[in-house]
T-cell receptor, first 109, second 112 residues
Framework: NAGVTQTPKFRVLKTGQSMTLLCAQD?????MYWYRQDPGMGLRLIHY???????AKGEVPDGYNVSRLKKQNFLLGLESAAPSQTSVYFC????????FGPGTRLTVT | SQQGEEDPQALSIQEGENATMNCSYK?????LQWYRQNSGRGLVHLIL?????REKHSGRLRVTLDTSKKSSSLLITASRAADTASYFC????????????FGTGTSLTVIP
């Protein structure tokens, strides 16, 4: 039982490049979430999903897209990376409490 | 923003002392949860208190909830060096699409 896993763990992008972050959970949770964490800002919700095939915007969705084609996977895409997207990204899945992945540290230069 | 606010932002205590952190939030909630984050790691769930509960215990953790004041507190008794971490409160509201709203966190340092 791996819980929530995230790929990759680290990434450096140049401005304008694109990438996809993958989140996978093996707990059969319906709800999945993508957050970003910046110093002094806590966690801010980017997008979330309440079930396979559904997605919804969170607090800071601009510049990101998501897809939930399979229940166990939740993908976060950056189409054209900007330095403001330098952050640590966390995925979580949930029943009543959230289970977090280990995070992806992204630097955009 | 619907984020909560933790107070204090940072707390430093000696091993064996108690640590108290407070959380205030803005809207009605279904439940409030506390999480711990060790440096460089993901968050780990500690305890959940429902809106109709006033107090809950789990090991050395005690959580209180006052919905009239929209506030919660987390007490860690007999602290240990291993408790050094950041602590976050998160509110859960079903009527906002099952979103969690996290506070900005309290950084706790327990000095051996």
């Amino acid at each position: 039982n791996a819980g929530v896993t995230q790929t990759p763990k680290f990434r450096v992008l140049k401005t304008g490049q694109s990438m996809t972050l993958l989140c996978a959970q093996d707990m059969n949770h319906e709800y999945m979430y993508w957050y970003r964490q910046d110093p002094g800002m806590g966690l801010r919700l980017i997008h979330y999903s309440v079930g396979e095939g559904t997605t919804a915007k969170g607090e800071v969705p601009d510049g990101y897209n998501v897809s939930r084609l399979k229940k166990q996977n939740f993908l976060l895409g950056l189409e054209s990376a900007a330095p403001s997207q330098t952050s640590v990204y966390f995925c979580a899945s949930s029943n009543y409490e959230q289970y977090f992945g280990p995070g992806t540290r992204l630097t955009v230069t | 923003s619907q984020q909560g606010e933790e107070d204090p932002q940072a707390l430093s205590i000696q091993e064996g002392e108690n640590a108290t952190m407070n959380c205030s939030y803005k809207t009605s909630i279904n439940n409030l949860q506390w999480y711990r984050q060790n440096s460089g790691r993901g968050l780990v769930h500690l305890i959940l208190i429902r809106s109709n509960e006033r107090e809950k215990h789990s090991g050395r953790l005690r959580v209180t909830l006052d919905t009239s004041k929209k506030s919660s507190s987390l007490l860690i008794t007999a602290s240990r060096a291993a408790d050094t971490a950041s602590y976050f409160c998160a509110t859960f509201q079903e009527n906002t699409g099952n979103q969690f709203y996290f506070g900005t966190g309290t950084s706790l340092t327990v000095i051996p």
